[in-house]
Structures are given as structure tokens and as C-alpha cells.
């Protein structure tokens, strides 16, 4: 485990930066990051009435493979998450399938979609 | 695999997506975001225009159906406070209403009462950020969402609960998991 050299209760050493796009499946379990330089979730644990901890993660990172898009948009739609971003001239989408928020084990599983859409 | 030069080139694997592209409605705004409450057939949008003035605008419709190429966008007040929004961060809260991010907290649009309602999170972070709900409970007005942000430390996720479209708590997320 990668500690950066703190002890600090807060650090952050796991976390990417300069991730481009957060998304969930809003089931409350699952908190994903996508961004160029690396992808991944976290297992969460949301409160489902009122807390003083909205929030906690209840595992380290999973890693999942880079998205090399720009201006990154989700949208969830039945169980999955949808990723649309622009690469060169056409419109790209990926698709983190439904078994993939359901069930996290392989973690390669990030599926693609591509739509090849002319923006010119 | 760039090499198509057609205007539309559709690739379906697993009919996953089906249907053919539909074009951008106008109008065309920078930093947009988009929220549909489905429940009351409502679309809303935010983002800003080419001058750069904030632009808040809703239809009632909640699917892409005929006229959703030429819709009529109805605009609201847009909010306000002299405040710095970052209208790429909205989402719909539990109580089917609009929210949107500015430094410092959310406001919230009541579409009914035709009021905006700012507010503050009392918890530090950056801007801008990445926030993502992660629950919601319709029964209790409970919303959950997570804000993905990062400083000189590095990135950093701060949990923020709303009741009632009230800030009932902040807490950054100890991401030190021991495993």
C-alpha cells in the first residue's frame, strides 16, 4: 500500500488526480473515477437517513483502464454507466456494464462502445 | 478504426444502443448540464450562453420524442447571489428539484415555488471538482453525493448529505483503507 510517506488519517494516496469525471450508479455501494490517466471505484457505504457520515469507502481503489477522451460526460441509465467523450473528430462512448457495477471482480471488464460520429 | 468518413457511423455490439443519433437541440450552451425529472415530465438545463451570461432554461418533456429536435426551451431565473456556479455540477435532488454547484455550497431551484434557495457546505474544497450522487431516498428527502476534488496534497472525496434539500452534513472520506 502506497502511503505517500504520511500518517495523516485523511491522506490521500490512492485517490487519482486530475480525474476528469465521477460517476455512480447511485445504489450507493459503488463510487466510480474515470480520467485519462488512470480509472477505477471505490466500495462505499452511504447513510440512507440522516448522518453526521453521508459517506464512507470500504475498500481500496480498484484500478480500471485509462479513458483517453476529452470533455467526458456520464449518464446512468438501467444499472449501467455510460461514458461519452470526444476524441478527435468523432464522439466516443463507453459503457461500464451492468456486471461490471454489480459485480466488481474483473476488473478489465470495462467495455467499450464506440460511436464514430463526423463532427466536422 | 478512425478512418470513417461517413457523417454517421453506428456500431451496435450487443444491442446495447439502438436508435440513430439525434442532434443537439438549440440552444447551444458552454459548460451545460442536464437534468430530467422524469416523474414530472420536466427536462431542465443550465450552462452558459455566448456572452457568457448563465442561462437557466426547462421544457416540459422528459423524452426525446418528435419535437425534440426543435423543442421550445422556456427560461427561468437563473440563480444569483453574486455567487461563482459551476453549472457542469447538477443533479436532481430527492425532492425533485434542481441543484446546482457554486463555491462554497448548492442551490436549489423549486421549480413550483419558483424560488432559488442557496445552500452553504461547510466542509473545504476545491473548485472545480467532480461530484457524483451516490444514494438517494425518496421517503426521507435523503441525498448522498460524493465530491471528488483535489489540492497540493493531492485528490481528496468529501461526502455531503442533504435532507430536505437542507445540508445536513459534510465529512472528507479517510481513504487510508488498511487491507
Redesign the interface.
Known sequence: ?R??GGL?????????????????P???K????FGSKGSGW?D?D????????????????HTLPALNIDVPR?ANFNG?IYIFGK??F?LE?H?VSQSIAKDKRNVHALRS??????LS | MRARSLSLAFISIDGDIVGKWHPEPPPVLMRPCIVIDSDNNMTYMIGYDSRGAIVFNFIQQSMCSANWASPIWTSLPYPGGGKKYHTQQCFLTSTKHFAVQFEGGIAVWDHWARTWTYRTIPCAMTYPNNAALVYQNKDNGVDDFLVHWQDSNGAHLTGVQLVNDNVNSCKELSTSYVY
Open positions: 500500500m502511503t505517500d495523516a488519517s485523511n491522506h490521500s494516496s490512492d485517490i487519482p488526480k486530475d480525474m476528469s469525471l465521477a460517476a455512480s447511485v445504489d450507493g459503488t463510487y466510480f473515477l471505490y462505499i452511504s447513510a440512507s437517513a440522516p448522518s453526521d457520515k453521508p459517506v464512507d469507502t470500504t475498500s481500496p481503489f456520464a449501467s476524441v478527435s468523432f462512448c459503457m462502445r464506440y460511436l464514430y460520429l463526423s
